[in-house]
C-alpha cells in the first residue's frame, strides 16, 4: 500500500470520530439518534477526500498520517464546539473550509519546489513583523492587544507571523551555520557566538519579540523564542548557545514581571490559584485558572460524557470562562476525563514525532531546519496552553491548534501543515532515488 492509500483509509476514523461525537451529543441533548450525526460525517469525510485528492495529485510521496492525524483534532474542536455552542461550531467548520483551500493553494504554489521561499525571506520577514504590529491598531483585551479588525473579521497576526519568522530563520541560519560554529569563541568555558554574523539575525527576530512584549502576547513570545533555540540548536549542535538564550529569557522575564503588572497577576493567580481575594478580582484574579483546575477534576477518569458537564450555567457567568478557546482542552477532560485528554495529546505527539522524522530525513539544510522550526513551534503552542490551562505553568492566551475556536489560526495551521507535507514530500522522493 503506497503513501496515499494509507492517508485515505487513515481518514475513516476522524469521519467516524465525527459521527459518533455529534450523535453523542444530539442524544444527549434531545434523547434522540438523529441522522444528522452521520450527515456531518459525511460532510467531512468529503472534505477531507477533497484535499487528499489535491495531495495525491502534487505530493504523492509525501507523509500519509499528518493529515489524517491533524483531520482528528479537527473534528475534536468541530464536537466539543458545537457542544458548548452551535454558532461556534458552524463558523468553525466555515473556517475549517477556508484552512483547506489555504492548505491547498499553498501545496499547489509551492508544489515544484518550496525551496523558493529562501529568495524572499526578507520580504517574509518583513511581512511578518508588519503582521504583528497590527493588533495595536485595535483595542486590547485582558490588557494584551491580540486581534485585528477587518470589517466583521477578527484575525489574530500573530499566527501568521510565527510561520513568516520561521522561515526567515531557517533560511538565514542555512546561510550562516557554519561560520556560527567557525567563528565561536570561548569565555569563562562557555562558547559565544560570533556576533557580527548574528546581525540580521538577531535584527528581525529581536524586532519581533520587542514587538511581542509590546502587545503582552505572552503565549506568541514563548513559541517565538522557543521555536528560535530550536533552530539555533539545530543548525550549530552548540547547546551553549541554548543556554545562553535561556538565561537571557529569564533575565527578560524577570524584568517583565517587575514592569508589566499583568504579568504579575498572572504569576500570583497561578502561585496562588485558590487565594479567595485572587479569586473574587474581577480583572487579573485567578477565577479562570481555579474554574479550569475545577473542571477537570470533575472529568475523572472517564469523564461525564458529551453534553453532561457542566461547562456553563444559564445566564450568568460561566463555570468555565473562555471554554471555547484558551479552556478547551479543560472542556475536553471535562466531557471525555483523563483518558480523552491523553488521547489528544498523542495525537499531538504523534503529529510532532512525524515533524521531525520530516526533519530528520530531509536531505537539504533549509528544508531541515524549516520542519525543525515549524514543528518546534506547533510543539511549544500546545505546551504553552495546556500547560497553562492545567496550572504547570503561568496562563497564556493562545489557541490549541486545530481545536481551539478561532480562524486565524485554522488558517495558520493549516499553512503550516502544508509546509511540512511540502518538504516530506521531496525528503522521502530523494530517499528512494
Not at 570561548?186 to 527576530?205: C, D, E, N, Q, Y
Not at 485572587?278 to 479550569?292: K, V
Not at 472529568?299 to 461547562?311: D, H, K, S, T, V
Request: proline fraction near 4%; hydrophobic fraction near 55%; aromatic fraction near 12%.
Amino acid at each position: 500500500m503506497n503513501a496515499r492509500n494509507r492517508e485515505l483509509f487513515a481518514l475513516i476514523p476522524a469521519s467516524l470520530l465525527v459521527t459518533a461525537g455529534f450523535a453523542a451529543v444530539f442524544i444527549q441533548r434531545d434523547d434522540l439518534l438523529s441522522d444528522l450525526s452521520l450527515t456531518y460525517g459525511l460532510i467531512f469525510l468529503a472534505l477531507c477526500l477533497a484535499a487528499h485528492l489535491v495531495l495525491r495529485m502534487t505530493l504523492p510521496d509525501a507523509d500519509p498520517y499528518l493529515f489524517p492525524l491533524v483531520a482528528v483534532l479537527a473534528c475534536f474542536g468541530l464536537v466539543v464546539l458545537y457542544r458548548l455552542d452551535e454558532d461556534f461550531a458552524r463558523e468553525q467548520a466555515q473556517w475549517f473550509v477556508v484552512g483547506l483551500i489555504v492548505f491547498t493553494a499553498t501545496i499547489v504554489a509551492l508544489r515544484h519546489d518550496h525551496r523558493v521561499l529562501e529568495r524572499y525571506r526578507y520580504i517574509i520577514a518583513l511581512g511578518g513583523i508588519l503582521l504583528l504590529l497590527l493588533p495595536r491598531l485595535g483595542n486590547p483585551v485582558n490588557g494584551a492587544y491580540l486581534s485585528f479588525n477587518m470589517g466583521p473579521i477578527s484575525f489574530q497576526p500573530a499566527e501568521l507571523a510565527k510561520i513568516a519568522i520561521v522561515i526567515f530563520l531557517a533560511s538565514y541560519l542555512r546561510d550562516t551555520r557554519q561560520v556560527l560554529v567557525v567563528g565561536a569563541r570561548r569565555f569563562a568555558g562557555i562558547t559565544f557566538p560570533p556576533l557580527k554574523h548574528l546581525g540580521p539575525l538577531l535584527a528581525v527576530w529581536g524586532t519581533a519579540m520587542v514587538l511581542l512584549f509590546v502587545i503582552q502576547d505572552l503565549g506568541s513570545s514563548l513559541m517565538f523564542f522557543g521555536g528560535f533555540l530550536a533552530l539555533v540548536y539545530v543548525a550549530t549542535n552548540r547547546i551553549s548557545f541554548v543556554l545562553i538564550g535561556l538565561a537571557l529569557f529569564a533575565l527578560g522575564a524577570r524584568v517583565l514581571y517587575a514592569i508589566r503588572p499583568t504579568i504579575e497577576s498572572r504569576v500570583e493567580a497561578w502561585l496562588h490559584p485558590f487565594d479567595r481575594e485572587l479569586y473574587d478580582q474581577e480583572i487579573g484574579g485567578s477565577y479562570q485558572i481555579a474554574q479550569s483546575i475545577f473542571t477537570q477534576a470533575d472529568g475523572g477518569f472517564f469523564g461525564e460524557g458529551f453534553g453532561q458537564a457542566l461547562i456553563r450555567l444559564g445566564d450568568g457567568p460561566p463555570l468555565l470562562p473562555a471554554a471555547h478557546t484558551d479552556f478547551i482542552y479543560a472542556a475536553i477532560t471535562a466531557e471525555l476525563g483523563l483518558l480523552g485528554a491523553v488521547a489528544v495529546l498523542l495525537v499531538y505527539l504523534l503529529i510532532i514525532e512525524r515533524g521531525f522524522k520530516t526533519a530528520m530525513i530531509a536531505t537539504d539544510s533549509f528544508s531541515k531546519l524549516l520542519a525543525t522550526g515549524l514543528t518546534a513551534v506547533l510543539a511549544l503552542q500546545v505546551f504553552v496552553i495546556v500547560g497553562g490551562v492545567t496550572k504547570l505553568i503561568p496562563l497564556t492566551g493562545v489557541t490549541l491548534p486545530f481545536i481551539s475556536y478561532g480562524g486565524s489560526s485554522i488558517v495558520a495551521n493549516f499553512i503550516l501543515l502544508a509546509l511540512l507535507l511540502l518538504v516530506s514530500d521531496r525528503a522521502r522522493r530523494e530517499a528512494v532515488q
